[in-house]
T-cell receptor
Framework: GQQVMQIPQYQHVQEGEDFTTYCNSS?????IQWYKQRPGGHPVFLIQ?????EVKKQKRLTFQFGEAKKNSSLHITATQTTDVGTYFC??????????FGKGTRLSVIA | DAGVTQSPTHLIKTRGQHVTLRCSPI?????VSWYQQVLGQGPQFIFQ???????GRGNFPDRFSARQFPNYSSELNVNALLLGDSALYLC??????????????FGPGTRLLVL
């Protein structure tokens, strides 16, 4: 079945540093979605990217979808302690509404 | 509008028992999906239902079953519980378009511990 690979698994940053997580697939994706899960919480939808080369911004968060629609990235500028959590990419696959990556756990040191 | 609601929030069972988890989707959403999230992993798809019909099934044993009711709420049943069934069970609702691949909105989950 379809797999979505996500790296890194963990990232520790000082507050104010930037953070990036990457998502890759061996197959072309119809769309890619990003979710954030706070410790002890549930995944919260952040954004969906559909078009090749699409770039979307939400305040300090920048999301990109690759030209070949096989990879995506989430970049956070000047991290804050409120950014702590696990960031997941997910994409539709086969008869599955969403196939999730393993996530990147972000820790922010104040 | 209320988001996706799930009950119970926490549950402790012993091996061999049966459990029923419940989910109410966002008002106006006709599709419900169930996911299992074990610690340190991303959610894994179990079932999707749309208009009371099963639309998709993940790679889970027959001990797992689900159904959707006329009001679009849903139940997930797990029989003969194993220790490995301990996880966060997430329900997600979506509008229920033709593709079944639209944005999913997750509920707070039910944390199941099997002893």
């Amino acid at each position: 079945g379809q797999q979505v690979m996500q790296i890194p698994q963990y990232q520790h940053v000082q507050e104010g540093e930037d953070f990036t997580t990457y998502c890759n697939s061996s197959t072309t994706l119809s769309n890619i979605q990003w979710y954030k899960q706070r410790p002890g919480g549930h995944p919260v939808f952040l954004i969906q990217l559909v078009k090749s080369g699409e770039v979307k911004k939400q305040k300090r968060l920048t999301f990109q979808f690759g030209e070949a629609k096989k990879n995506s990235s989430l970049h956070i500028t000047a991290t804050q302690t409120t950014d702590v959590g696990t960031y997941f990419c997910a994409a539709p696959g086969g008869n599955t509404p969403l196939v999730f990556g393993k996530g990147t756990r972000l820790s922010v040191i104040a | 509008d209320a988001g996706v609601t799930q009950s119970p929030t926490h549950l402790i069972k012993t091996r061999g028992q049966h459990v029923t988890l419940r989910c109410s989707p966002i008002s106006g959403h006709k599709s419900v999906s169930w996911y299992q999230q074990v610690l340190g992993q991303g959610p894994q798809f179990i079932f999707q239902y749309y208009e009371k019909e099963e639309r998709g099934r993940g790679n889970f044993p027959d001990r797992f079953s689900a159904r959707q009711f006329p009001n679009y709420s849903s139940e997930l049943n797990v029989n003969a519980l194993l220790l490995g069934d301990s996880a966060l069970y997430l329900c997600a609702s979506s509008l229920g378009g033709a593709s079944g691949k639209e944005t999913q909105y997750f509920g707070p989950g039910t944390r199941l511990l099997v002893l």
